[in-house]
């Protein structure tokens, strides 16, 4: 029972152009939302959060939209540059809880 | 100096047998967690301790225990280990267990059971 999906298991882009990874979830009751970066061997590190009452959040070259009516968010990482290139996971908080869901990532290639 | 530290980076061991996995973390944190990546590559919940209490018990089979001896360290234990139990164990912290708070997380352990 997959509650937050991330349908694009890669991406590849050029660099300096922009990068837009999707994530989709199915509960209402989700109320924050991450994005978290993961290089191999190791562990994810936090990226960017959106709570459920904003629609947008922005931290340098990464925006991240939320469209709670389509149950949808994306990561948009403009310009996009070789380092960024890595897997980066959708994460959302149910209300009252602790826990972070997690999607399965999408691999993010940034082509010099 | 790393924030969330895990020991072994890397563990391979025969079905049956008992095996610890270690984690600590220098950030003053009252959360841990610990996280299972499947081979479908899924990071999911398994446990979390709030200053040594535990506060989520996922539906994990009770031949992992988790221990906290304090609250900067969150031990993983798996008794008589299965070929499904190979995966990915990541530890992590948050600055509090309220939600949201972003985790901070180690290296992973890979585990293979053969």
């Known amino acids: 029972d997959q509650q937050v999906k991330q349908n694009s298991p890669s991406l590849s882009v050029q660099e300096g152009r922009i990068s837009i990874l999707n994530c989709d979830y199915t509960n209402s009751m989700f109320d924050y939302f991450l994005w978290y970066k993961k290089y191999p061997a190791e562990g994810p590190t936090f990226l960017i959060s959106i709570s459920s009452i904003k629609d947008k959040n922005e931290d340098g070259r990464f925006t991240v939209f939320l469209n709670k009516s389509a149950k949808h968010l994306s990561l948009h990482i403009v310009p996009s540059q070789p380092g960024d290139s890595a897997v980066y996971f959708c994460?959302?908080?149910?209300?009252?809880?602790?826990?972070?869901?997690f999607g399965s990532g999408t691999r993010l290639l940034v082509r010099p | 100096d790393t924030a969330v530290s895990q020991t072994p980076k890397y563990l391979v061991t025969q079905m049956g047998n008992d095996k610890s996995i270690k984690c600590e973390q220098n950030l003053g944190h009252d959360t841990m967690y610990w996280y299972k990546q499947d081979s479908k590559k899924f990071l999911k919940i398994m446990f979390s301790?709030?200053?040594?209490?535990?506060?989520i018990n996922e539906t994990v089979p009770n031949r992992f225990s988790p221990k906290s001896p304090d609250k900067a360290h969150l031990n993983l234990h798996i008794n008589s280990l299965e070929l499904g139990d190979s995966a990915v164990y990541f530890c992590?912290?948050?600055?509090?267990?309220?939600?949201?708070?972003?985790?901070?997380f180690g290296q992973g352990t890979r585990l293979t059971v053969v």
């Open positions: 301790y709030n200053n040594k209490e535990l506060i």
């Open positions: 992590a912290s948050s600055q509090d267990h309220m939600r949201g708070a972003e985790a901070f």
């Open positions: 994460a959302a908080v149910p209300d009252s809880s602790y826990k972070l869901i």
